[in-house]
């Protein structure tokens, strides 16, 4: 094991003194003891590990901290950091901050947990039966032509389930299950997969095929039909619903066919709360009075992905994509990134990659990345990502958020989201950005009576621009200059296209264009300029959020 370390003096002008920290880069730590941890904190802003050095220091108890860069996500932990428990990160990008101010842990466990170590389970330390604690559960589960976990922790056994090219990145594959042929995904017991006596976050992407007319079983994990000893994530009538068996939380939003749906079951131990989320809107919550799951046999146990058992056998009908579970309460605002947050493509450390949730993928022609931004410097530069599932759908609400810089400002096309078929000829026009003759912004959205078309200010060469475009049912597409609202249509539909779509920043589509984008006025130039801070989510983000997008760091 190869780990960086960094020692580090952090200067505190206020005080006119030094702390020290100690940096593991690419590196993960895995505590003594579940009750060290403290919380996390995730930023929406740019933000770098010294924010989450900070953090830590101003946190009473924290000495030990993790900062996963790509999430922008610190972990912080109450015990001494011990340089023993330090393992690498291998493709997670992650580090481990050591800030030593107390010795040993400190008390945040129940006082009953000294006397309780040699039981396998106990108030909130999980300890196997060597004494020895498992480390917190972090899993992800990409399904991609694989059913095993991102860091390979969690061993799995397919049962007639498969994989099948609908994503919900647009790329890959994803868990397919035929609810009449019973097929189900197991994950073995072995892997201290120990959700009792302890907070949980599971979330993931489902599309259903149909309704049946029990449970739609997601996930369980059930030792017998009794309270608190059956975990069960199911669709039941159509809601989403978590239960320990007779201590449940169930939505009360309709979950429909044929429809992409982010699902997020929450349970908070400390607060002995259950909370579902739908497309990272809380759906229920149960709070105060939910007891924790109790099952005492967990390590012989699997965890079962597509089926449940709480009402006799309940297997999936659908798609099950992306599924991660964390040993901790997320809070609302991680769901609903999580949920909506499509792409975001920052351009940092001059990388092309989208540091969002799904890592859609991405290629540039003729560009220059520097001073952490994107530069179309060519008639020929451009940026494009591809296979956008949600813009997809049809009257699905969606945000556009980018900073422009251009070096001219007439007739030229900032960003196309198009369709094209194998032959990478243009089938299908969507969302354009532009500036027209007249050096005005001009965005355009196609709904199923032509094109919706929105002017807004002149804008200036060489001047960065923050430009958000929003669409929903109720208030139509929108557009906001600067953080401020500047023009409106009035409510229309929106005609995504059904088919995955193309996001192009720069270039022209005009020499592969067919006849059903000839209906746009095409401003025939390509952008010549500056980008920075692309975002991309299936939601109408609101004014406060635009506001905060707009501050330039």
């Given at each position: 094991?190869?780990?960086?370390?960094?020692?580090?003096?952090?200067?505190?002008?206020?005080?006119?003194?030094?702390?020290?920290?100690?940096?593991?880069?690419?590196?993960?730590?895995?505590?003594?003891?579940?009750?060290?941890?403290?919380?996390?904190?995730?930023?929406?802003?740019?933000?770098?590990?010294?924010?989450?050095?900070?953090?830590?220091?101003?946190?009473?108890?924290?000495?030990?901290?993790?900062?996963?860069?790509?999430?922008?996500?610190?972990?912080?932990?109450?015990?001494?950091?011990?340089?023993?428990?330090?393992?690498?990160?291998?493709?997670?990008?992650?580090?481990?901050?050591?800030?030593?101010?107390?010795?040993?842990?400190?008390?945040?466990?129940?006082?009953?947990?000294?006397?309780?170590?040699?039981?396998?389970?106990?108030?909130?330390?999980?300890?196997?039966?060597?004494?020895?604690?498992?480390?917190?559960?972090?899993?992800?589960?990409?399904?991609?032509?694989?059913?095993?976990?991102?860091?390979?922790?969690?061993?799995?056994?397919?049962?007639?389930?498969?994989?099948?090219?609908?994503?919900?990145?647009?790329?890959?594959?994803?868990?397919?299950?035929?609810?009449?042929?019973?097929?189900?995904?197991?994950?073995?017991?072995?892997?201290?997969?120990?959700?009792?006596?302890?907070?949980?976050?599971?979330?993931?992407?489902?599309?259903?095929?149909?309704?049946?007319?029990?449970?739609?079983?997601?996930?369980?994990?059930?030792?017998?039909?009794?309270?608190?000893?059956?975990?069960?994530?199911?669709?039941?009538?159509?809601?989403?619903?978590?239960?320990?068996?007779?201590?449940?939380?169930?939505?009360?939003?309709?979950?429909?066919?044929?429809?992409?749906?982010?699902?997020?079951?929450?349970?908070?131990?400390?607060?002995?709360?259950?909370?579902?989320?739908?497309?990272?809107?809380?759906?229920?919550?149960?709070?105060?009075?939910?007891?924790?799951?109790?099952?005492?046999?967990?390590?012989?146990i699997p965890l079962t992905i597509g089926y449940t058992s709480p009402l006799g056998s309940c297997y999936f009908d659908g798609v099950i994509?992306?599924?991660?579970?964390?040993?901790?309460?997320?809070?609302?605002?991680?769901?609903?990134?999580?949920?909506?947050?499509?792409?975001?493509?920052?351009?940092?450390?001059?990388?092309?990659?989208?540091?969002?949730?799904?890592?859609?993928?991405?290629?540039?022609?003729?560009?220059?990345?520097?001073?952490?931004?994107?530069?179309?410097?060519?008639?020929?530069?451009?940026?494009?990502?591809?296979?956008?599932?949600?813009?997809?759908?049809?009257?699905?609400?969606?945000?556009?958020?980018?900073?422009?810089?251009?070096?001219?400002?007439?007739?030229?096309?900032?960003?196309?989201?198009?369709?094209?078929?194998?032959?990478?000829?243009?089938?299908?026009?969507?969302?354009?950005?532009?500036?027209?003759?007249?050096?005005?912004?001009?965005?355009?959205?196609?709904?199923?009576?032509?094109?919706?078309?929105?002017?807004?200010?002149?804008?200036?060469?060489?001047?960065?621009?923050?430009?958000?475009?929003?669409?929903?049912?109720?208030?139509?597409?929108?557009?906001?200059?600067?953080?401020?609202?500047?023009?409106?249509?009035?409510?229309?539909?929106?005609?995504?296209?059904?088919?995955?779509?193309?996001?192009?920043?720069?270039?022209?589509?005009?020499?592969?264009?067919?006849?059903?984008?000839?209906?746009?006025?095409?401003?025939?130039?390509?952008?010549?300029?500056?980008?920075?801070?692309?975002?991309?989510?299936?939601?109408?983000?609101?004014?406060?959020?635009?506001?905060?997008?707009?501050?330039?760091?």
């Amino acid at each position: 094991m190869h780990l960086l370390v960094l020692h580090l003096l952090v200067f505190l002008p206020v005080v006119n003194t030094y702390v020290a920290v100690k940096i593991f880069r690419s590196s993960l730590y895995y505590p003594n003891s579940s009750c060290a941890f403290i919380r996390n904190t995730t930023w929406t802003h740019a933000v770098s590990i010294n924010t989450c050095i900070w953090e830590c220091i101003n946190e009473r108890d924290c000495q030990t901290a993790i900062y996963y860069h790509d999430e922008k996500n610190c972990s912080m932990f109450s015990e001494l950091c011990d340089t023993g428990r330090v393992n690498t990160s291998d493709n997670i990008r992650a580090s481990v901050i050591c800030y030593r101010k107390y010795y040993g842990i400190i008390s945040t466990c129940s006082s009953t947990e000294s006397t309780t170590a040699e039981q396998t389970t106990t108030v909130a330390i999980l300890t196997s039966t060597n004494n020895s604690p498992a480390p917190l559960i972090n899993a992800f589960w990409s399904f991609d032509n694989t059913s095993y976990d991102r860091n390979f922790n969690y061993n799995s056994t397919l049962n007639n389930a498969s994989f099948c090219p609908s994503s919900i990145t647009g790329h890959g594959s994803a868990l397919c299950f035929n609810a009449s042929q019973k097929q189900v995904l197991f994950i073995n017991p072995n892997n201290h997969l120990n959700l009792s006596f302890t907070s949980f976050t599971f979330h993931y992407w489902i599309y259903l095929y149909s309704t049946v007319s029990n449970d739609q079983g997601m996930i369980g994990q059930c030792q017998s039909h009794t309270a608190n000893l059956c975990l069960h994530l199911t669709i039941r009538d159509s809601k989403a619903r978590i239960s320990f068996y007779g201590n449940n939380c169930t939505g009360s939003t309709t979950v429909k066919n044929q429809t992409w749906y982010h699902l997020a079951y929450v349970y908070d131990y400390s607060n002995a709360t259950q909370l579902v989320y739908l497309n990272g809107i809380l759906d229920c919550i149960q709070q105060g009075t939910s007891t924790p799951l109790a099952i005492t046999n967990s390590s012989s146990i699997p965890l079962t992905i597509g089926y449940t058992s709480p009402l006799g056998s309940c297997y999936f009908d659908g798609v099950i994509d992306h599924l991660t579970l964390v040993q901790w309460p997320k809070n609302a605002s991680e769901i609903l990134e999580q949920a909506t947050l499509v792409a975001h493509y920052d351009f940092d450390n001059s990388s092309i990659d989208d540091h969002g949730p799904n890592r859609i993928s991405s290629l540039t022609s003729n560009t220059t990345l520097a001073n952490n931004s994107l530069l179309l410097d060519s008639t020929s530069s451009y940026f494009q990502s591809s296979a956008f599932v949600l813009l997809a759908i049809d009257n699905r609400p969606y945000s556009l958020s980018l900073w422009l810089k251009p070096f001219r400002t007439n007739n030229i096309t900032i960003l196309h989201i198009y369709q094209s078929n194998q032959t990478n000829n243009v089938e299908w026009c969507s969302i354009r950005m532009s500036i027209n003759q007249q050096s005005q912004l001009r965005v355009q959205a196609r709904s199923s009576t032509g094109m919706v078309t929105l002017l807004g200010p002149s804008i200036g060469t060489n001047v960065w621009t923050h430009v958000v475009q929003t669409y929903s049912s109720i208030n139509g597409t929108q557009l906001y200059i600067n953080g401020t609202f500047y023009n409106k249509s009035s409510s229309s539909d929106y005609q995504g296209g059904s088919r995955p779509l193309t996001i192009q920043l720069g270039g022209s589509l005009l020499n592969g264009m067919n006849r059903s984008c000839f209906d746009w006025t095409v401003d025939d130039d390509e952008y010549e300029g500056w980008i920075d801070e692309f975002r991309v989510y299936s939601r109408e983000v609101t004014s406060n959020e635009i506001q905060a997008l707009s501050i330039r760091t």
